[in-house]
C-alpha cells in the first residue's frame, strides 16, 4: 500500500515536472516569436518613419522637378552624405597665392 | 638647344559684387573681356533673384508674401532647392530660414551700410536701437527651420510657412561662382578660376601646378596674408569666418554666420575654416556648418573625407582628409 502511494506520488511528480518544462518551453517559444514581432514591428516603423521624412523632404525641397541652372558639373566623388568630395586633396604651394579664399 | 615653352600667362580681373570682391584668373589665350561679359550675367541673375537687399528682387517678393504661395523664376528655384539641399546635408546647421535672426541683429542692408552704421552708433551719434542689433540682447531662440519652406520646381513656386524669411547668402554666393567658372570653360574653353568673396571655383585644365590659393582669416587680405598657400586642379574651394562680415552693437562683437538653434551669432571654437570640395558650393556649406558645430566638425570632416584647414581662436590650427601640413600657423587675430 505505501509502496503504491509512494508510485503514484513520484508519477505525479514527474507528470508535474513534464508540465513545467512543456510550459517552460511553449513560454520561451511564444516570447521568442514575440520579440520577433515586435522587432519587425519596430523595424518597419523606423524604415516607414524614414521614408516618410524623405518624402516630405522631396515635397519641401522640390527635388523632383528640373531646373535648367542646376546641371553643375562636379569636380569629385559624391559620397553617402551627398556632399562632393574633391578628386585630390589641396597640394602645399610655396610661396604666395594667386587669390586669397577667407571669409567675406 | 630649344628653350622650354613658356607656361600659359594668366590674366586677372578684380571687381566688387554681392558687396564683395570677385577675382577673375583666366589662364591661356581667352579673352579677359568676354569672361567678365559672360560672369556679369551670371552675377546679376543670380543678384537680381535672391538679393535680400533689393526692393526688386524675387527673394524679397516672396519674404514679403506673408505665407502666400509665390510663382518663382527656375533660377530662384535652383538657389532655393541648393540652400534647402544644404540645410539637409548638415541637418539644419546651415539653414536658410535665419533672414529674420540677421535683421533682428542689425544686419538688414548691404554690409557696407551696416558697419557705417555701426560705427555711427559707436561714434554716439543717432541711431536705432531696433536697428542696429539690439536684438542680440532679445531672446531670439531657434530660426523657423528649413522644413518651413515648400519649393516645387514644376512650376516654380514657393511657400514660406511659420513666419520663415529667406537668407541665402550662404549658398548663393558660391553657387554663383561654380555658375561663372561652369559657363567661361565652356563658352571660352579655357581654364578659369573664379572667386567671390573668397568661395573659389576652377574649371578647365589648370595650369601647371594648379591654381595657388592663399588661405586665411580675411578674403581681401594680401596674397601674403597670414595663413597658407595651396594648389588646386579642380573643383572648389570656400573659407568661412567670424572675423569678417562681422560688426559691432551695443558693446557686443557680432557676426553672420547664424547657429540656427539659437537664431544668433555662432560662438565657435574656431575663428576659420577652409575646405576643398568638389564645387565652391559643397566647399561652402562644409566650411559655414564647422563653424556652427565647433569642436564636433574635425570629426564630421574626417568621417566625410573632406580636406580642411580649421583655425581655432588662438591662430592653432587642424587639418583634416589629406590637407598640407602647415608650415607656419597663423597666430595673428586680425583686429
Same mark, same amino acid.
Given at each position: 500500500m505505501r509502496r503504491d502511494r509512494a508510485g503514484s506520488a513520484i508519477a505525479a511528480r514527474d507528470a508535474g515536472l513534464r508540465r513545467v518544462t512543456r510550459l517552460t518551453w511553449q513560454v520561451a517559444a511564444a516570447g521568442a516569436v514575440c520579440s520577433a514581432l515586435i522587432a519587425a514591428a519596430f523595424g518597419h516603423g523606423t524604415s516607414q518613419?524614414?521614408?516618410? =521624412?524623405?518624402?516630405?523632404? =522631396?515635397? =519641401?525641397?522640390?527635388?523632383?522637378? =528640373?531646373?535648367?541652372?542646376?546641371?553643375?558639373?562636379?569636380?569629385?566623388?559624391h559620397r553617402g552624405s551627398g556632399l562632393v568630395i574633391p578628386s585630390q586633396p589641396p597640394a602645399p604651394a610655396p610661396g604666395a597665392g594667386q587669390v586669397t579664399s577667407g571669409g567675406s | 638647344m630649344r628653350a622650354a615653352a613658356a607656361p600659359p600667362a594668366v590674366t586677372r580681373e578684380t571687381f566688387r559684387v554681392f558687396g564683395t570682391t570677385a577675382t577673375l584668373l583666366l589662364s591661356g589665350s581667352a579673352a579677359m573681356p568676354a569672361a567678365r561679359?559672360?560672369? #556679369?550675367?551670371?552675377?546679376?541673375?543670380? #543678384?537680381?533673384?535672391?538679393?535680400?537687399?533689393?526692393?526688386?528682387?524675387?527673394?524679397?517678393?516672396?519674404?514679403?508674401?506673408?505665407?502666400?504661395?509665390?510663382?518663382?523664376?527656375?533660377?530662384?528655384?535652383?538657389?532655393i532647392g541648393e540652400a534647402l539641399r544644404a540645410a539637409r546635408l548638415t541637418a539644419g546647421d546651415v539653414d536658410p530660414t535665419c533672414a529674420a535672426a540677421l535683421a533682428a541683429l542689425g544686419y538688414d542692408r548691404d554690409f557696407d551700410e551696416v558697419k557705417a552704421r555701426a560705427t555711427r552708433g559707436s561714434r554716439g551719434k543717432t541711431a536705432s536701437a531696433a536697428s542696429t542689433g539690439r536684438g542680440l540682447d532679445a531672446p531670439a531662440g531657434r530660426v523657423p527651420g528649413w522644413r518651413k519652406v515648400e519649393l516645387s520646381t514644376d512650376p516654380p513656386r514657393v511657400t514660406l510657412t511659420g513666419g520663415a524669411q529667406l537668407d541665402l547668402g550662404a549658398t548663393a554666393k558660391a553657387w554663383a561662382a561654380d555658375r561663372c567658372a561652369e559657363v567661361i570653360a565652356a563658352q571660352l574653353g579655357c581654364a578659369v578660376?573664379?572667386?567671390?568673396?573668397? #568661395?573659389?571655383?576652377?574649371?578647365?585644365?589648370?595650369?601647371?601646378?594648379?591654381?595657388?590659393?592663399?588661405?586665411?582669416?580675411?578674403?581681401?587680405?594680401?596674397?601674403?596674408?597670414?595663413?597658407?598657400?595651396?594648389?588646386?586642379?579642380?573643383?572648389?574651394?570656400?573659407?568661412?569666418?567670424?572675423?569678417?562680415?562681422?560688426?559691432e552693437s551695443h558693446g557686443r562683437k557680432l557676426h553672420h554666420i547664424i547657429?540656427?538653434?539659437?537664431?544668433?551669432?555662432?560662438?565657435?571654437?574656431?575663428?576659420?575654416?577652409?575646405?576643398?570640395?568638389?564645387?565652391?558650393? #559643397?566647399?561652402?556649406?562644409?566650411?559655414?556648418?564647422?563653424?556652427?558645430?565647433?569642436?564636433?566638425?574635425?570629426?564630421?570632416?574626417?568621417e566625410m573625407n573632406l580636406p580642411a584647414r580649421l583655425v581655432r581662436e588662438d591662430g592653432t590650427t587642424v587639418t583634416t582628409a589629406g590637407w598640407p601640413d602647415d608650415p607656419a600657423p597663423a597666430t595673428a587675430k586680425p583686429s
Open positions: 518613419q524614414s521614408a516618410s =521624412q524623405r518624402g516630405a523632404s =522631396q515635397t =519641401q525641397t522640390g527635388s523632383t522637378g =528640373q531646373t535648367p541652372r542646376s546641371g553643375h558639373q562636379h569636380h569629385g566623388k | 561679359e559672360l560672369a #556679369d550675367a551670371e552675377l546679376a541673375a543670380v #543678384d537680381l533673384a535672391c538679393s535680400r537687399f533689393r526692393a526688386d528682387s524675387e527673394l524679397t517678393r516672396v519674404n514679403s508674401a506673408g505665407g502666400a504661395a509665390t510663382d518663382i523664376s527656375p533660377l530662384l528655384a535652383t538657389l578660376l573664379v572667386s567671390l568673396g573668397g #568661395d573659389i571655383a576652377v574649371a578647365g585644365e589648370a595650369p601647371a601646378g594648379g591654381w595657388r590659393v592663399r588661405v586665411t582669416d580675411d578674403h581681401a587680405a594680401g596674397p601674403d596674408a597670414p595663413g597658407q598657400t595651396v594648389a588646386i586642379n579642380a573643383g572648389g574651394l570656400a573659407t568661412s569666418s567670424t572675423t569678417v562680415r562681422a560688426w547657429d540656427p538653434a539659437t537664431g544668433k551669432p555662432a560662438r565657435s571654437i574656431w575663428r576659420t575654416v577652409s575646405v576643398a570640395a568638389g564645387r565652391a558650393l #559643397d566647399a561652402n556649406i562644409v566650411s559655414t556648418a564647422c563653424i556652427v558645430r565647433g569642436a564636433s566638425a574635425v570629426g564630421w570632416l574626417t
